[in-house]
């Protein structure tokens, strides 16, 4: 049997053992001198038979226990591994993500500020050398943070990917196999199989083993000497016992080459291999961490020049506003040299192009702003001001180009020595070329190289053989040169933003040699100086002709006076309502041709007594549920009857139900009956499915996921399940004119899929209905009208008729019965005293 702590001999073998040498002692003395030494002897050997034997099985039972533990131990320590790889990763995937919601966030500001804010609409156009700068700028702050984004987005990627990798393949829980089981228990009889010493060594006569105690420093010591003196995988290292000493049991002496005989070159201290193989997956995405953080500090470096840049425009060309351009300027400024002060930082002396431009290069805003102060002032136009005027712009497309080299100088990769691993800083290996303006700001945390003093790694030390000294682990990662390739992307985004540089120099050295804006056709213009004194000239007017007023009524619409334009087209209008004033009589009393109309039925039915049913709800078959407000209604199967005669003598009994489950969600708005049940949709925004039809009397209904409304309220609604399942609702919020049109994605969220205006005033509507698929959307008037509006085509709607025979009528909600038919619930009144609801079936219009 296998073999179970014992530590100390059960009463029964202290009986026995005591029992025995009394009897072999008796039977000594009995039978003379010899015979008692023989006994004696005997009896000895007997006792120490049993006492190492009883050693044996608890030496084993401790063994199991102690083999069982370390796997335990070592899974542990493994889990945390598994955090490691969680850890590095999500560094990555956190950082990308974040460049990635920023980019989303700023590629629409960024197309606002070169599209949706274009200059010279409300006004004269600006100076071309100040609109060369701010869309040179502009354009080129989209460059980098689309490049920011995409960078980011590979790296995210591919940062999880290597993390599902590692988790999925490598670093695995060391669970212990069957057959090591085996190998680590022992039975009861592997004691026959013991040296004969060790089988009969007797308690405090032969001396017990002495045990070698280990420490991590003398562990340490005795791994480095083992080390000096060439020691091989499997030769006796100087803390074992001998053999030949004979102090220790064979038995603890095999266990070291049964149970540890594993991988040799592992070791207590040796790096685990997770970190080797993640440094080598690193490669594939940390250049791409690196360049998507260094666009987007330059996608913010151009678009803070360009925002300042557009201000001045705006505050000088169209606002006349000197300090508020100068304010805004300043802000902007600060802000720039702010974010270059922060991530770049100082390098030492001797790199082939050093000029320390980011300290000037958020100035450019306030030269211009003082050019333009200049270019706008009320001095005297003058050779000597338009002098001063090209020389500072001049000196901002000198420091912009300086600006520009100096960004490819900066993003440059180089080879760093390898930083010291201290906590809570950032650390990478020397094997990764980073640029050194930037490696502070990047934040990288690569895997380490080394274990921390006082770490062990037990997993290494399973795989151990007794006296190995460590050595590298047996799983390497994949030989790579550095991943160079982002950045040579960036370097070609790097290139395009000195071309585009280059070209705006040599355009403005063309421009001031040919004269503003010659290159292209000034029709009907004066050229003069400055810029803003040139008249106007709008593309297009509405009658053809091209003159200087801007095609929004002027460039300082908001302070002129009424011109002779304006009191052309007022005189015109005068005119034309003088001369149509008589139209809408003649159209109201002109004959129109009748489209014949079939006359609506009315139903016969046997509604429950203080029952006033609000909504209808048809499947397309010919039953029909005209539903309360306060969870109740009733369930109608509607006769064939095409005609007011045979309609009379068919009457129908309505059979009532109650809702139930529907409880605290607010009075129903809408209704849809399918073949699979009933989809309801309350005031709150709540929505309730009642499953199948009613049974005695009730129906039992279960909630939905609600509309996302906020705290807002419904005024209108209906909801229904399409045939793929998924949920489609039209609404209409409280003191709004139009319909929002919601439905349900793949995970059963709702989404927003379009908007509709409704043809009148919401207020005239008494309720919706949908077809049973959700297909199209009644829409039911107080005065008898019915619209319906095809979702599948929000801008195709059939007109709506009023329902013959309205007069005197509360028309209160309308539904689709199928080939043709429509049912149309109404309600009557004889002074005070309100009806029996009617039920009205009529062909469709």
Not at 161 to 180: K, N
Not at 624 to 630: G, K
């Amino acid at each position: 049997q296998v073999c179970c702590p014992a530590a100390s001999p059960p009463p029964t073998e202290a009986i026995r053992y005591g029992l025995s040498a009394a009897m072999m002692h008796a039977a000594a003395v009995a039978g003379g001198p010899l015979a008692s030494v023989a006994g004696t002897a005997t009896g000895v050997a007997y006792g120490a038979f049993k006492y190492n034997r009883m050693n044996y099985l608890y030496d084993q039972a401790q063994r199991f226990t102690r083999y069982t533990q370390g796997y335990s131990f070592a899974i542990e320590q493994t889990g945390q591994y598994r955090e490691d790889i969680h850890d590095l990763t999500e560094l990555t995937v956190s950082k990308q993500d974040l460049f990635h919601c920023l980019g989303v966030i700023f590629v629409v500001i960024t197309f606002q500020l070169i599209m949706a804010g274009r200059l010279g609409v409300h006004g004269p156009i600006m100076p071309g050398w100040l609109l060369g700068l701010h869309y040179g700028n502009a354009c080129i702050a989209c460059m980098y943070l689309i490049l920011s984004m995409w960078l980011s987005l590979h790296a995210s990627a591919r940062a999880k990917a290597g993390s599902v990798t590692m988790l999925t393949r490598s670093v695995r829980l060391p669970i212990p196999t069957p057959q090591q089981l085996d190998k680590a228990r022992e039975v009861g009889n592997s004691f026959e199989k013991v040296r004969m010493t060790d089988m009969f060594r007797i308690p405090f006569v032969i001396p017990a083993p002495k045990e070698v105690v280990v420490t991590d420093s003398t562990e340490a010591a005795e791994t480095e000497k083992g080390k000096s003196k060439g020691a091989s995988a499997g030769k006796p290292s100087a803390k074992k016992i001998r053999a030949s000493d004979r102090r220790m049991p064979k038995w603890f002496q095999d266990e070291g080459s049964e149970l540890y005989s594993g991988t040799p070159g592992a070791g207590a201290t040796a790096l685990p291999e997770h970190f080797d193989l993640y440094r080598g997956l690193q490669e594939e995405w940390w250049a791409h961490d690196v360049y998507a953080r260094i666009a987007l500090l330059y996608f913010f470096s151009h678009w803070l020049q360009a925002c300042g840049l557009y201000t001045q425009c705006h505050a000088f060309g169209e606002l006349r506003a000197i300090w508020v351009a100068w304010a805004a300027s300043i802000v902007f400024t600060a802000a720039h040299y702010c974010i270059l002060k922060v991530d770049i930082c100082s390098e030492p002396q001797g790199r082939p192009y050093h000029a320390p431009v980011e300290k000037i290069a958020p100035f450019i805003t306030m030269i211009c702003c003082l050019g333009m102060s200049f270019e706008y002032s009320i001095i005297e136009p003058s050779s000597g001001m338009k002098t001063i005027i090209y020389v500072l712009a001049w000196i901002c497309y000198g420091i912009q180009l300086a600006w520009a080299i100096r960004l490819y100088d900066l993003a440059e990769p180089r080879q760093q020595p390898e930083p010291e691993d201290l906590p809570g800083l950032a650390w990478w290996p020397k094997e990764w070329f980073l640029p050194p303006s930037f490696c502070h700001a990047l934040y990288l945390v690569g895997a380490p190289k080394k274990l921390q003093p006082g770490q062990t790694c037990l997993t290494q030390e399973m795989k151990m053989s007794r006296g190995a000294a460590p050595a590298v682990p047996v799983q390497q990662p994949r030989p790579s040169q550095p991943q160079l390739f982002p950045w040579k992307i960036f370097r070609g985004a790097l290139f395009v933003m000195l071309s585009v540089w280059f070209l705006m120099t040599i355009g403005r050295i063309a421009e001031q040699a040919n004269g503003e804006r010659y290159f292209l056709k000034q029709e009907g213009r004066m050229m003069r100086w400055p810029s803003h004194m040139q008249p106007w000239m709008t593309p297009w007017t509405r009658l053809g002709s091209r003159n200087e007023w801007a095609h929004t009524g002027g460039s300082d619409r908001r302070l002129q006076e009424e011109d002779e334009l304006r009191r052309k087209v007022v005189g015109t209008a005068e005119r034309l309502i003088a001369a149509l004033a008589n139209l809408p009589d003649s159209l109201e009393n002109s004959e129109k041709p009748e489209v014949p109309v079939a006359a609506p039925v009315l139903q016969h039915v046997g509604w429950p007594s203080m029952q006033e049913p609000q909504l209808l709800a048809c499947d397309g078959q010919g039953q029909l549920a005209a539903l309360t407000r306060a969870r109740a209604g009733a369930s109608v199967r509607l006769s064939t009857a095409t005609n007011a005669t045979d309609a009379a003598s068919a009457k129908t009994l309505a059979k009532h139900f109650e809702l139930q489950g529907i409880d605290g969600l607010g009075e129903l708005l809408g209704a849809t009956l399918g073949s699979t049940g009933l989809v309801l949709l309350t005031s709150s925004g709540s929505l309730a499915e009642c499953s199948g039809r009613p049974r005695e009397g009730r129906w039992s209904c279960s909630q939905l996921s609600a509309l996302p409304l906020a705290s807002q309220r419904l005024r209108l609604g209906v909801a229904a399940r399409q045939a793929m399942g998924r949920l489609r609702a039209a609404i209409v919020f409280e003191e709004e004119d139009s319909i929002a049109l919601f439905e349900t994605a793949e995970d059963g969220e709702w989404q927003p899929t379009g908007e509709v205006e409704l043809p009148f005033p919401s207020r005239s509507v008494s309720s919706f209905s949908m077809q049973s698929k959700g297909e199209s959307v009644l829409i039911s008037t107080t005065d008898g009208r019915v619209l319906e509006l095809a979702l599948e085509d929000a801008k195709q709607q059939r007109p709506g008729r009023r329902t013959a025979g309205a007069l005197g009528l509360e028309w209160r909600a309308a539904c689709s019965l199928g080939d043709g038919r429509m049912a149309h619930l109404a309600a009557g009144s004889e002074g005070d005293v309100a009806l029996e609801p009617l039920l009205f079936t009529s062909a469709r219009a």
